[in-house]
């Protein structure tokens, strides 16, 4: 079985982030977007069809992370930091779960329930700031991972 080398995996990962990054700036431009209430339906399916996009790539992301990333490489060449791997999975859990919640909140809502609409739109906002800290935990961990002198060479 051939495998995908580390560096062809860390940058699809890179590609993978920066794609995500893109797709969490829009959502956030939509979930602000300032419109008339005659306008709320516009919103509504722009929203409905962010959201879409994002979960798809945020699922492909930690999938691969998961699979063939990074979380693989640091359990592997530095055991003493599977625990925040471990946590990292965590999170990867219950962004899904929060995905699942979600989809149907957001496929369901109309313009005219304007207070869930804007529940919604507070409870995707809530995800993406997690998944922001998230991100950031990730690369402190990768940089820890990647730049920790190992010693011994005195």
């Known amino acids: 079985m051939h495998g995908i080398d580390t560096h062809s995996q860390a940058n699809v990962a890179r590609m993978e982030h920066q794609i995500l990054d893109h797709v969490k700036q829009a959502l956030r431009v939509t979930l602000s977007w300032k419109v008339p209430s ?10 409905r069809f962010t959201f879409q996009s994002f979960q798809r790539h945020i699922e492909r992301l930690m999938d691969l992370e998961e699979q063939d990333g990074y979380m693989r490489a640091v359990a592997e060449t530095k055991p003493n930091m599977f625990s925040r791997v471990e946590r990292l999975e965590r999170d990867h ?61 005195g």
Do not use: W
Not at 101 to 118: A, K, N, T
Not at 122 to 146: S, V
């Open 38 to 47: 005659a306008g709320l339906s516009r919103k509504v399916s722009s929203v």
């Open 93 to 153: 859990e219950n962004f899904r779960n929060a995905l699942h919640v979600l989809q149907p909140e957001v496929e369901s809502v109309s313009e005219y329930q304007i207070v869930e609409f804007e529940e919604v739109c507070g409870d995707i906002l809530a995800l993406l700031e997690k998944i922001d800290q998230h991100d950031l935990e990730e690369i402190e961990l990768l940089q820890e991972t990647m730049l920790m002198d190992e010693g011994g060479e």
